[in-house]
């Protein structure tokens, strides 16, 4: 009976750090459905989701370091979109005034909602880490991985040399969650992997709903290319190096103070 009760818990806490990606998906899904009068359809998303933003904050669902996190990833997957759109892996067809460069700027709330799960997650099952590897190494690689987005397209691809990188920085780093009483511990690149995988399956359900599209779902809908996982697990080690030094420098501050 307690793996059940642990479980049932474990599933809560996930399912409450998931409010603003269901958000997203949700109002995805009805605005591809139900069309707006007066309104672009991509304005209409960037007014409700932060609607659905001052709406966590003042309910104390989120709290005001973890909208400043989501603000940076914003901006981090705003310029990111921005300059994939000019190289056209992919575009956003429909019309909006609040397009900057041919992207919606609610764009960057699908990369902030990574840092809301984060954060939310962190917080609600009192996560920790071991074996960090410290400022340095984690920065360094964060940084290359972000900017290897941007400088395959024109120089080699070296997503698969970073990988192996990660796995090498981070081989000694164990996350430690909390679920009640009990502490659990989970090696933080498998942790990677396992969410890598479901913002893919969430990638599908979003160019389903015209989120935007890939260049080989003009003509019809296809399911998203697997090697997009390990675009995603590499976007969601940016997203944990961010969140946990955050987390550690705020720790450090409050002790002491």
């Not at 941007?150 to 990988?163: G, K, M, N």
């Amino acid at each position: 009976m307690k793996p059940i009760i642990q479980l049932l818990h474990f599933g809560y806490h996930q399912a409450m750090s998931c409010i603003f990606p269901v958000a997203i998906f949700g109002t995805l899904a009805l605005s591809s459905v139900i069309e707006l009068p007066f309104i672009y359809r991509y304005d209409a998303i960037l007014l409700i989701l932060l609607g659905v933003q001052y709406f966590m904050y003042r309910s104390g669902l989120e709290t005001l370091d973890e909208i400043k996190v989501i603000c940076i990833f914003h901006i981090i997957g705003l310029c990111l979109e921005i300059y994939k759109v000019s190289m056209g892996s992919w575009e956003y067809p429909e019309p909006g005034y609040t397009k900057l460069l041919g992207v919606p700027l609610y764009s960057g709330f699908m990369y902030a909602s990574v840092a809301s799960f984060m954060c939310q997650v962190w917080r609600r099952l009192r996560m920790d880490m071991t074996g960090w590897p410290g400022l340095t190494p984690a920065a360094l690689l964060g940084g290359a991985i972000y900017f290897n987005f941007f400088t395959h397209h024109f120089i080699p691809d070296f997503r698969w040399w970073l990988t192996a990188l990660v796995f090498i920085v981070f081989w000694k780093t164990r996350i430690i969650y909390r679920v009640r009483t009990a502490a659990y511990r989970m090696h933080l690149t498998l942790a990677f992997i396992l969410v890598g995988f479901f913002i893919w399956l969430a990638e599908n359900i979003a160019t389903f709903f015209d989120a935007w599209k890939y260049p080989d779902q003009h003509q019809t809908w296809q399911l998203v290319s697997f090697s997009k996982i390990s675009s995603w697990f590499l976007l969601v080690i940016i997203s944990v190096i961010i969140v946990a030094q955050l987390k550690y420098v705020k720790a450090n501050r409050t002790k002491n103070d």
